[in-house]
Every structure is written in C-alpha cells, then in structure tokens.
C-alpha cells in the first residue's frame, strides 16, 4: 500500500517537471541574446522591399530589403540584404522550444527592420532572432546592444 503511494507521488511529481519542460525551453536567458547582440558583426536597419512568407506556416519567411542604416560593421548603404525568419500566423499552433517566432502579417506589412546579423555561409543571417520590426528608420538604434 506504501509503495502504491509512493509511485503515485513520484508519477505526479514527473507529471509537474514534464508539464513544466515546455516553459522552460522557451528561448534562452537574457544574457545570451545580449551576448549574441554585443557578439554581432553588423547592426543594421533594413527598408523591407518583399516579404515571402510560406504556405503552409509556421515557416521560414524570406525578407528581401536594403540596407538603410548602419551602426555596426562595414557593409555599404543600399547594400540588398536577404533574411530568413521563423514566423508563423497568430493562430497557428507551434511546438515549444527555443525558436522565436515573429508574427508573419507583422512581418508582411512592416517596412523596416533593425537587425543584428552576422555573415553566414549563404548570406546574411540573424544573430539570435535579434531583430524588430519598426515603423521607419531612425538615426539611432531603437534596440541596445
């Protein structure tokens, strides 16, 4: 009979780590996106041209822009610059995990974007999902390193 209890606590107990595990896996602490701003090669802002978002999502959507801004490195105005960003619709369901995902309509209909990016093997690629959509550019950073 004691024993008995005894599984049924330790099920329970489980039960709680378990359904706490998605929580918790959501994202990284602050520090590492700080590290990972402070550790960027550029910091941009980027005029939005098309955005190509998938069918189905969540997926990867595909900003094409301009480079309008540049805090950090050295890339040249009006540089073309093309970013892939996990985003999603607000209704969709996706699993928890450390993806941050940015709203796909959002993204569509926004017409600029700060980022800190690094160069990749294919291209430019964010730093951590470190980016915002912002209403226009601006002659200072809207986002601290």
């Not at 959507?61 to 540089?79: H, Q, Y």
């Amino acid at each position: 009979m004691v024993a008995r209890g005894l599984v049924i606590v330790a099920l329970a107990v489980l039960a709680a780590i378990a359904g706490a595990l998605p929580a918790m896996a959501q994202g990284f602490p602050p520090r590492v996106y700080r590290d990972a701003r402070l550790k960027s090669e550029f910091h941009l802002q980027i005029a939005i041209e098309r955005v190509r978002v998938p069918s189905p999502t969540p997926g990867i959507c595909i900003v094409n822009g301009k480079i309008v801004r540049v805090f950090r490195g050295n890339v040249a105005l009006d540089t073309p610059i093309e970013l892939e960003l996990d985003c999603k619709k607000e209704s969709d369901v996706v699993r928890p995990g450390q993806t941050l995902w940015t709203d796909a309509d959002k993204l569509a209909a926004g017409h600029y974007l700060e980022a800190f990016v690094n160069r990749g093997p294919y291209g430019f690629q964010h730093s951590l999902w470190q980016f915002a959509i912002i209403p226009e550019a601006t002659d200072r950073p809207t986002i601290e390193p």
